[in-house]
């Protein structure tokens, strides 16, 4: 998943594919003599970057709250530290990159918070900043927390190596699903290209693993000389906060994590499978809506009525995907699958684009409803300007494919996209080609997760996709901890609405175990109070980038 941290990334899809956990991965923990040789780290301080206009912009941080960003990076403190590469080896050195916002009331101070965005892949340098700019409530948890931010081993301002991307294969997001011809040439080009990858720079890449991350950030903790430390995570860092947890159980404070990974989310083959369940199961809840509208869009008076509409518009646009005078690209079973899949803050968006399309002339100008639609559609991030705390492709490859003990030969890649296909008629076309790690040189490496005593918060969202419910009771039956529920659709959004915000705030000052629930990102939110009055981005529940 990509990093979750701005209100318009909210609702944002799930990104670089990124979750998993028992299982996950590191060979056995450094021996005796390797943990003596590996002496503790120290921070080395340094002045922190500044950032033009054009990174705040791509960052999506307003114009109208820099003032307030710039404010917070005049009070934030920016610090290194070397740890090993290998913890096994501990004679070659990487570079860890980190910030620390101190808490603004020193005599009330209740330690250091570390927070992860997730990914893997994702910087964190930046989040203390920008989940302080989300709304007042969440500006408490500064009050007594110094809040610490990093980028984990292979991204951002940390060590890191680039390689290639696999480029463009010759699949739409948007057309009309795969042949087995055209599905081959795409798992050839991505194993090629991991294959590559991963033998090019196997030293580096094959220390990329949660566990490693974990030690990492322990080092953190050592390096500000704190005898324990909380941990904030959203999708990503949630498999790393419970592989931390795990590894280092008497170092942990308070422990949040939100939109929680599967204890088998290591398994990607499991891991897609359950997303592209989850996807084809809400569009049940969008027919209702649908069909309770039906004077507005006019796909049916009953959700099954709903139903057979959208399934005919995706299978007849398989069969002669629609092409436009004033759009590249033709629009198949993928562009309905891609509306089908709306979160509830895109409905009316959504809806609006497959009225249009019952209706559209092949060969004439495209619908503006479809083309509304597409403004918020699947499509590559653009570049980021230079000096950006970036997202690493790389990394979330390695993090992932280190760790995943799917099967990689494409027989079973085949025969598990038409499975998705049939058993997720409506949007399987866009869910049911899933990452793979074809190619990738490097032993998967496992790890068990553990439970312990210490204190621990999760929150699940009712009906969000990238990381489905069900997952957070299978983590809670895993580990421990209590769960609040998120009645929303939206991933990693609980501390973007002032009530959710209200229920980590509460937790992290206290420690009281919550079991209760918070309404989360509806249609019409506003993010700064909470109430309802404003209009959101279209969520999409998967994104076309990630498949690869």
């Known amino acids: 998943m990509r990093p979750i941290f701005t209100r318009s990334l909210a609702a944002a899809s799930l990104a670089a594919a990124g979750a998993g956990l028992t299982g996950v991965a590191d060979a056995a923990p450094p021996g005796p003599r390797a943990a003596a040789e590996a002496s503790p780290s120290r921070v080395s301080w340094h002045t922190c970057p500044q950032y033009s206009d054009a990174v705040l912009d791509f960052l999506r941080i307003q114009p109208r709250d820099r003032p307030k960003f710039r404010a917070l990076w005049a009070r934030t403190q920016c610090g290194t530290i070397e740890v090993p590469q290998d913890y096994r080896r501990p004679h070659k050195k990487i570079t860890i990159a980190f910030t620390r916002l101190p808490a603004a009331d020193r005599a009330h101070r209740l330690g250091s918070l570390a927070m992860n965005p997730g990914g893997p ?21 500064n009050d007594r927390y110094d809040l610490i931010g990093f980028d984990p081993r292979g991204t951002g301002y940390s060590t890191l190596v680039d390689c290639p991307p696999v480029g463009d294969t010759g699949l739409s997001p948007l057309g009309a699903r795969a042949g087995k011809a055209e599905l081959r040439k795409h798992y050839d080009a991505v194993r090629a290209q991991r294959k590559k990858c991963s033998t090019t720079h196997s030293a580096f890449l094959s220390q990329l693993t949660t566990a490693n991350v974990a030690r990492d950030l322990d080092r953190i903790r050592q390096a500000l000389h704190e005898k324990r430390m909380s941990y904030f995570g959203a999708s990503w860092g949630t498999q790393l906060g419970a592989v931390y947890r795990s590894m280092f159980p008497k170092t942990i404070g308070r422990m949040w994590l939100d939109s929680v990974v599967s204890p088998r989310a290591h398994d990607l083959s499991y891991r897609f499978d359950a ?55 033709a629009l198949g079973g993928g562009f309905i699958a891609f509306a089908a899949a709306a979160a509830d803050t895109g409905y009316d968006r959504a809806g609006q684009a497959l009225k249009a399309m019952t209706a559209a002339a092949r060969g004439g100008p495209v619908p503006q409803a479809v083309k ?16 950006t ?23 079973s890649f085949w025969k598990e996209y038409q499975a998705g296909l049939k058993r997720n008629p409506v949007t399987g ?25 210490g204190s621990l918060q999760l929150s699940g969202h009712r009906h969000e996709t990238v990381t489905p419910y069900p997952w957070v009771y299978q983590m809670q039956k895993a580990i421990g901890g209590n769960v609040l529920t998120v009645d929303d659709f939206a991933h990693g959004s609980l501390f973007l609405v002032e009530a959710c915000a209200a229920h980590l705030v509460t937790y992290l000052d206290t420690g009281r175990p919550d079991n209760g629930t918070c309404p989360g990102i509806r249609p019409g939110t506003d993010l700064r109070t909470g109430s309802v009055g404003s209009s959101l981005p279209t969520t999409t529940p998967y994104s076309w980038t990630d498949r690869l």
Not at 277 to 283: A, L, N, V
Not at 292 to 309: D, E, F
Not at 372 to 387: A, Y
Not at 390 to 398: H, K
């Open 121 to 141: 892949g994702g910087s964190g340098y930046l989040l203390p900043a920008h989940l302080l700019l989300q709304n007042a409530t969440d500006a408490k948890l």
């Open 275 to 329: 997303v592209a369940r989850s996807t084809e199961q809400d569009f049940a809840l969008f027919a209702s809506w649908l069909a309770a509208r039906n004077g507005t869009y006019h796909l049916g008076a009953t959700p099954a009525q709903v139903r057979a509409t959208v399934l005919k518009l995706r299978r007849d646009a398989d069969a002669d995907p629609w092409r436009f005078s004033d759009l590249p690209q």
């Open 372 to 387: 509304d639609m597409l403004s918020g559609g699947p499509e590559r991030p653009p570049t980021p300007p230079p000096g």
């Open 389 to 411: 705390p970036r997202f690493n492709a790389t990394a979330g490859d390695a993090f992932l494919c280190n760790e995943d003990t799917s099967s990689r030969d494409f027989a």
């Open 429 to 453: 076309d866009m869910t049911a080609l899933r990452p793979t790690c074809a190619g990738w040189s490097l032993p998967v490496q496992r790890f068990e997760l553990r439970r312990s005593s």
